[in-house]
């Protein structure tokens, strides 16, 4: 089992719907938790940090922790053509892991 | 400085010749991290430096490869013997600490072409 898990993708969702990105992880004691957009080209780059049970707003976006299910999620409402990329979550306990990502389309 | 810098940002060079890429952090950043990603392939952990040290180089792929940091600020990752499977993007990051509290901030990467 990898310690953390995403669906690769490609997601579609057409534009102005909410795109809804999942992650599971093995460690139950991951303590801190990340999203990271990574446009195609580019370095990853961070969007939101979620460390306690519950949802963080943040604009368009809301992060989502379930510990005791092993879960994080991100919620990006009205989605834009502009929030196409690779999503990457990342879990902290020790050290930082990295899942492989999962490819956003939102089509206009 | 205002984000984490890597040079050079593009490196082509010819297979069996060594490289040195170059990583300067965000000032006031004592944790630095080296990644690898593949084209089309996630991020892969290569080492990571608290200070000047480095408690965690689990991630190098083989002795070919060794990193270095002085002064708590500019760390250099060098490849010796290159060989084409070490084509890759090489990603530098850094945080204010290791503790989970402290997101990871990148460079744009340095892009390695082995020939």
């Known amino acids: 089992q990898k310690e953390v898990e995403q669906n690769s993708g490609p997601l579609s969702v057409p534009e102005g719907a909410i795109a809804s990105l999942n992650c599971t992880y093995s460690?139950?004691?991951?303590?801190?938790f990340f999203w990271y957009r990574q446009y195609s080209g580019k370095s990853p780059e961070l969007i939101m940090s979620?460390?306690?049970?519950g949802d963080k707003e943040d604009g368009r976006f809301t992060a989502q922790l379930n510990k005791a299910s092993q879960y994080v999620s991100l919620l990006i409402r009205d989605s834009q053509p502009s929030d196409s990329a690779t999503y990457l979550c990342?879990?902290?306990?020790?050290?930082?892991?990295f899942g492989t990502g999962t490819k956003l389309q939102v089509i206009p | 400085g205002a984000g984490v810098s890597q040079s050079p940002s593009n490196k082509v060079t010819e297979k069996g010749k060594d490289v040195e890429l170059r990583c300067d952090p965000i000032?006031?950043?004592?944790?630095l991290y080296w990644y690898r990603q593949r084209l089309g392939q996630g991020l892969e952990f290569l080492i990571y430096?608290?200070?000047?040290?480095?408690?965690?180089k689990s991630g190098l792929p083989s002795d070919r490869f060794s990193a270095e940091r002085t002064g708590e600020s500019v760390s250099t990752l060098t490849i010796q013997r290159t060989q084409q499977e070490d084509s890759a993007v090489y990603l530098c990051?850094?945080?204010?600490?290791?503790?989970?509290?402290?997101?990871?901030?990148f460079g744009d990467g340095t892009r390695l072409s082995i020939l």
């Open positions: 979620i460390y306690s049970n």
């Open positions: 430096f608290q200070g000047n040290s480095a408690p965690d």
């Open positions: 000032s006031g950043h004592t944790a």
């Open positions: 460690d139950r004691g991951s303590q801190s």
């Open positions: 990342a879990v902290w306990r020790q050290k930082v892991t």
């Open positions: 990051a850094s945080s204010r600490g290791v503790g989970g509290s402290q997101p990871q901030h």
